[in-house]
């Protein structure tokens, strides 16, 4: 440096923090570094022009300030190993199903069923009550590319959602968002418009991740609505059988699931404790919905 420093340690006076620690040192390098500050680190001393002092404590104030209103992501966050697994599996189940409806599994009973014709998203039907098909829609495929495409797609979405929300809730809020998505462009499109596909919940979970990072990062409202809309743009406008609508309604019901999730996780206490209750309500929100679709009546009518 070609001009006197001095030390700002003293002047800083940041609760909590006498001897900074590397990390924090580390922070605060950048925030110097970002701000075109010439410093130095000398045996816990954070030395900087004197000319440049007043400014440098005041950048590095405001920095903490920052970081009690977006304190760090929770360890919780970090993707597990054994939920990643567990998500995989769950996933890899749309690829037995579609084995279920196009071959049977090995029993032809199976593959007689009207599964396509009862559990497509069909607009007209879904507007005049048949509202199971919002979910079973999410469970059928095309071919084997489109499931695959599905799957492929949607796994890091789904990981970064049920890591965050933890498994039950992050399944139930993706397949709500789905059949959300499902619901509203059945009421936006022609009665003829017919739809299948796991997509319009990968979008839903898009929308959710991106509502979430608002809480866990420092991306603003606007920004995450920016990014969920990249992320729509890059990955879920191609393809000549591309329901652009389904993709979209999804991305909008993911956003306003995960802004009322983020709220509740923020007023729950102890939301963790009963994950496993929201992952049974998704288990049988899709069982219910393929009873509904095969049968005519599912658990609900048996109890009531």
Known sequence: ???????????????????????????????????????????????????????????????????????????????????????????????????????????????????????RADAGLIMQGEIWRTVTALTLHSDPAHVLGNVIIGAPFVLTVCSSLGMGLGWLCIILAGALGNYVNAWVMASTHLSIGFSTSVFGAVGIMSINAIKHSRLSAGNAVVLGLALLALLGVGGENTDLGAHFFGLLAGFAIGWLVMIMVDTVENMKKIDFLFGLSALFLVLESWLMALFGHGFLDMLF
């Open 1 to 119: 440096m070609s001009e006197n420093t001095r030390n700002i340690i003293d002047d800083l006076k940041i609760p909590g923090i006498i001897n900074p620690d590397s990390r924090k040192k580390s922070e605060w390098a950048l925030v110097l570094t970002a701000m075109d500050i010439e410093y130095s680190w000398d045996d816990g001393q954070l030395m900087v022009p004197v000319s440049l002092s007043a400014e440098a404590v005041e950048q590095i104030r405001l920095y903490e300030e920052e970081e009690k209103l977006f304190p760090a992501a929770r360890p919780s966050q970090v993707l597990q190993q054994e939920n990643v697994y567990v998500n995989l599996f769950v996933l890899s189940m749309l690829l037995l199903f579609f084995t279920v409806v196009h071959e049977g599994l090995g029993d032809a009973a199976w593959a007689e069923l009207p599964w396509l014709e009862q559990g």
